[in-house]
């Protein structure tokens, strides 16, 4: 019949729009990344994050060097994970000119949401070579706690 082979012009514009988002996606990242223009020393950031599931826990993994311990607090609330805290970078006291400045600096807060509420004594976090890495075992029951960070 007539029906085989024709194309559906709704599917095609679909596709372009993707192809579309991808590219813009991509030119973004590579635009803000490579030169990191958006960064104003002093102003919040999100540091990068990694989350990764295992059989028996959520591992989230944050890199935040140059950080101080003291100044990362973890919050658990249920199910959200709350990473706040402040970076911060100081220029060399005897510094006449900046050329370059990438390193953000200033507060910063991520959030972390599971789908299922981990018992706060079994929460286990590291900081050391400048990532934070927090491991939520997956059983447990509700609570709100905060998370006291280890050095190995």
Do not use: N
């Not at 599971?114 to 890495?133: C, K, M």
């Amino acid at each position: 019949g007539r029906g085989v082979g024709v194309r559906d012009p709704g599917k095609d514009i679909e596709r372009d729009f993707e192809r579309l988002r991808s590219t813009m996606i991509e030119m973004m990242k590579s635009l803000f990344h490579g030169g990191r223009p958006t960064s104003v020393r002093g102003s919040s950031f999100a540091p990068a994050i990694d989350v990764f599931e295992t059989s028996s826990a959520v591992i989230v993994l944050m890199e935040i060097a140059g950080a101080d311990r003291k100044d990362i607090d973890i919050h658990l609330d249920g199910r959200h994970l709350r990473i706040a805290g402040a970076r911060r970078v100081a220029a060399p006291v005897d510094a006449q000119r900046c050329h370059q400045m990438e390193i953000e600096a200033g507060p910063f807060e991520r959030w972390v949401s599971l789908d299922f509420t981990p018992s706060r004594d079994a929460i286990e976090a590291v900081y050391q070579d400048g990532f934070l890495r927090i491991t939520i075992p997956k059983r447990g029951d509700p609570s709100v706690t905060s998370v006291p960070i280890l050095t190995e």
